[in-house]
């Protein structure tokens, strides 16, 4: 959450929620104050769909960065720090900038 606001207007962030019900994962967004939208169980088949090639449904979690054209530009599996999750974000940017 820290990592999505402090790159809100360069990247957009999606919640893929595949292991709790809606009610339970929206009541987590809520609770912990997720500031971007989320995939819940009741659309997963079609997200999972959508990554299939990226995004194995027994690696939970799965991180996947998607740059402006649609393709994956990193991924990690497993949890992933701020730290992390910025050092995968920031070449991403800088090349959608012309920064590179």
């Known amino acids: 959450m820290e990592v999505a606001k402090e790159f809100a207007g360069d ?11 809606d009610a339970a994962a929206r009541a987590f967004e809520r609770e912990h104050g997720v500031p971007y939208d989320s995939i819940t169980s009741g659309d997963s088949a079609e997200a999972m769909g959508a990554f ?8 939970v ?3 996947l ?10 991924r990690a599996i ?7 999750l910025r050092n ?3 070449p991403v940017v800088a090349e959608s900038q012309g920064t590179e």
């Open 11 to 21: 990247v957009t962030f999606v919640g893929i929620n595949v292991r709790d019900n």
């Open 78 to 84: 497993g949890p992933v720090t701020a730290t992390t």
């Open 88 to 90: 995968l974000l920031e």
């Open 65 to 74: 960065v998607v740059d402006r054209e649609g393709r994956v530009a990193a």
């Open 52 to 59: 299939h090639s990226s995004l194995a449904a027994a690696a």
């Open 61 to 63: 979690p799965t991180t």
